[in-house]
């Protein structure tokens, strides 16, 4: 057998000790007050209810409530809330939180604003019509996409921390984009709600800080 396909025990043990490490943090960002719990199955397509405007005049998804600073689904997914005060957009911590980490680790290749590039897809699209568990799998896991016969791949972010311990953050804000309810451009101090406590406390158990 080639060289080059010979995998010695302790590549084998690296292999391994990576696809734990992945698994880990997909089950912590999962755990990050937020996401579907087990009785929630694929074919139910979490997080793909209606963009509607609220009893207050703010933006959201059908059915969402606010549970510890946090905006969710029935079935538990997170979503955004935007809301309009003197002429200004405010949205909720997640929403902003996630502007800021797509901002620092996704735009090079998905473009300002979730708005695409030469390099891969505009995410403010793409979140019109997925649902949740497809987002996280398609991060964690990575995608290669066949177009006219020129593949692009979109490499596994499942190990990375800076990216799996923000995930839901980042669903949120982008999931806020594609319902056009937030317009492109930066956010900044003026433009959020004020951080929770929750949100602290997360972040540092998932960074192990």
């Known amino acids: 057998m080639p060289k080059s396909y010979v995998t010695s025990a302790a590549t084998k043990k690296q292999i391994e000790e990576t696809r734990v490490r992945r698994i880990a943090l997909v089950i912590a960002a999962v755990a990050l007050g937020g996401c579907f719990g087990a009785s929630v199955h694929a074919e139910d397509k979490p997080g793909l209810a209606p963009f509607i405007t609220d009893s207050a005049g703010c933006f959201t998804q059908e059915g969402a409530k606010e549970e510890n600073g946090k905006w969710l689904l029935p079935d538990g997914t997170p979503t955004f809330h935007?809301?309009?005060?003197?002429?200004?957009?405010?949205?909720?911590?997640?929403?902003?939180?996630?502007?800021?980490?797509?901002h620092s680790e996704c735009h090079v290749c998905h473009g300002p604003n979730g708005l695409g590039s030469s390099y891969a897809p505009a995410l403010a699209d793409s979140l019109k019509t997925m649902d949740f568990s497809t987002f996280l799998g398609t991060v964690a896991s990575g995608r290669i996409h066949d177009e006219a016969g020129t593949?692009?791949?979109?490499?596994?972010?499942?190990?990375?921390?800076?990216?799996?311990?923000?995930?839901n953050d980042l669903y949120v804000y982008l999931k806020a984009r594609a319902s056009t309810s937030l317009p492109a451009g930066q956010l900044g101090g003026r433009n959020h709600v004020d951080r929770p406590e929750s949100s602290k406390a997360e972040e540092k158990a998932c960074l192990g800080e």
Request: hydrophobic share 35%; charged share 25%; net charge positive.
């Open 151 to 167: 593949k692009f791949v979109m490499p596994s972010f499942g190990d990375n921390k800076n990216v799996m311990c923000f995930i």
């Open 82 to 102: 935007i809301c309009k005060k003197d002429n200004t957009l405010v949205v909720d911590w997640s929403t902003y939180n996630g502007y800021r980490r797509y």
